[in-house]
């Protein structure tokens, strides 16, 4: 769009390649730089804007839950795929800014959903193992006796051998007294 103001100053002359040039290169100039183009060019800075708050934003967001210290988490993974969305979010807010700076090139950005899947899934799985932690913590008394009911379960399992050894040598002690005072 800047060769506009250098073809305006020699009108003759081609502002890119300083070829000779006719009226209709003139036309075909403004007809290509119009208010649609502006239009466009204002639509990838309020695209690269807008990405740049919600990445801003995601981040923030990403460093906080870091920062919470969830026992459940595992934040050296969790760090990891952070750091990998942060560099990936990156390069695309530098190939928006390169998109800018020369309008007509195709850019692809690359994809987020990949880390951003995997974050979710690590929050998930702390979320879940804090409820199940807290849903614990909550019903500490009947937890207590529900533990203290299969302790006694199995206390009674191990030594239900012993406890008929017993039996049999109680009756069969009983019996003898019994038989003495008959």
């Given at each position: 769009?800047?060769?506009?103001?250098?073809?305006?100053?020699?009108?003759?002359?081609?502002?890119?390649?300083?070829?000779?040039?006719?009226?209709?290169?003139?036309?075909?100039?403004?007809?290509?730089?119009?208010?649609?183009?502006?239009?466009d060019?204002?639509?990838?800075?309020?695209?690269?804007?807008?990405?740049?708050?919600?990445?801003?934003?995601?981040?923030?967001?990403?460093?906080?839950?870091?920062?919470?210290?969830n026992?459940?988490?595992?934040?050296?993974?969790?760090?990891?795929?952070?750091?990998?969305?942060?560099?990936r979010?990156r390069?695309?807010?530098?190939?928006?800014?390169?998109?800018?700076?020369?309008?007509?090139?195709?850019?692809?950005?690359?994809?987020?959903?990949?880390?951003?899947?995997?974050?979710q899934?690590?929050?998930?799985?702390?979320?879940?193992?804090?409820?199940?932690?807290?849903?614990?913590?909550?019903?500490?008394?009947?937890?207590?006796?529900?533990?203290?009911?299969?302790?006694?379960?199995?206390?009674?399992?191990?030594?239900?051998?012993?406890?008929?050894?017993?039996?049999?040598?109680?009756?069969?002690?009983?019996?003898?007294?019994?038989?003495m005072?008959?």
């Amino acid at each position: 769009k800047q060769g506009r103001k250098y073809h305006e100053q020699e009108p003759e002359t081609c502002p890119f390649c300083q070829q000779p040039t006719d009226k209709q290169f003139a036309a075909d100039l403004v007809a290509f730089f119009s208010e649609g183009y502006d239009n466009d060019i204002q639509s990838i800075k309020q695209l690269r804007d807008t990405y740049q708050r919600v990445t801003e934003q995601l981040l923030i967001a990403i460093q906080r839950c870091v920062e919470l210290n969830n026992p459940f988490l595992n934040i050296e993974l969790f760090s990891a795929e952070a750091q990998a969305l942060t560099e990936r979010l990156r390069g695309n807010q530098t190939r928006l800014a390169k998109k800018l700076d020369e309008p007509s090139r195709k850019v692809e950005l690359e994809p987020v959903e990949p880390f951003i899947t995997q974050l979710q899934t690590l929050l998930t799985g702390a979320n879940e193992k804090t409820n199940a932690h807290n849903q614990t913590v909550t019903n500490i008394g009947s937890e207590k006796n529900t533990l203290t009911g299969q302790v006694w379960r199995y206390v009674l399992s191990e030594l239900a051998d012993d406890l008929q050894q017993y039996r049999q040598k109680k009756d069969c002690l009983t019996r003898a007294i019994e038989g003495m005072d008959g």
